[in-house]
């Protein structure tokens, strides 16, 4: 069964550096999303994308965050300058199609982000 | 989207029936209810949704009820492999089908021996 892939699994990085966490969406998927969950919080959206630019961005993520599709295989978050509150679980998430009906997101495993 | 509420934390023996209820009493016409579950710190996995109509796949059933004011997720033979935290969420219908997912706190279910 196909499935959304993240690397690396586990990142851990000092305060102030860039960051760049990696996903592998289910191959003809056409919407790829963003979600994080800090230890012992509720998942929280971040961001969708969708044909190439953002269809929707929560209020968290801000101008240190932004996502990209390099090479139509990956889907990248990058954190420019992490700050010790970005230590959080980050999920992928894809789905397929669109129009008048609503489709299930499959999530990949996640990257444990630890910002020291 | 329309707030759900859930209990935090259910029990249930292995091998039985677990129902996990959630009440959605806001919920519009063209709103959708899904359920996910996450297995301790695995990503989100969906389990089921439905509109009015009651629904059935090879991991759950999902009763709504006429109203649609809540609904209840059934696990027909509960296993310890489905200890998770499940989450009722209300989808709103559109035309672009990325809408994003707005989970709760969810229903933490533990799964007894």
């Known amino acids: 069964e196909p499935e959304v892939t993240q690397t690396p699994s586990h990142q851990v990085t000092q305060m102030g550096q860039e960051v760049i966490l990696r996903c592998v969406p289910i191959s003809n998927h056409l919407y790829f999303y963003w979600y994080r969950q800090i230890l012992g919080q509720k998942v929280e959206f971040l961001v969708s994308f969708y044909n190439n630019e953002i269809s929707e961005k929560s209020e968290i993520f801000d101008d240190q965050f932004s996502v990209e599709r390099p090479d139509g295989s990956n889907f990248t978050l990058k954190i420019r300058s992490t700050k010790l509150e970005d230590s959080a679980m980050y999920f992928c998430?894809?789905?397929?199609?669109?129009?008048?009906?609503?489709?299930?997101?499959?999530f990949g495993p996640g990257t444990r982000l630890t910002v020291t | 989207d329309a707030k759900t509420t859930q209990p935090p934390s259910m029990d249930c023996a292995e091998g039985r029936a677990a129902n996990l209820p959630c009440n959605h009493s806001t919920i519009s016409g063209n709103e959708y209810v899904y359920w996910y579950r996450q297995i301790h710190s695995q990503g989100p996995q969906y389990i089921i949704h439905g509109l009015k109509n009651n629904e059935t796949n090879e991991m759950a059933s999902l009763i709504i009820t006429e109203d649609r004011k809540s609904s209840t997720l059934i696990l027909p033979h509960a296993t310890l492999r489905d200890t998770a935290v499940y989450y009722c969420?209300?989808?709103?219908?559109?035309?672009?089908?990325?809408?994003?997912?707005?989970f709760g706190t969810g229903t933490r279910l533990t799964i007894i021996p």
């Open positions: 998430a894809s789905s397929s199609g669109g129009g008048s009906w609503l489709i299930e997101q499959y």
């Open positions: 969420i209300v989808r709103t219908l559109s035309n672009f089908g990325n809408e994003k997912l707005t």
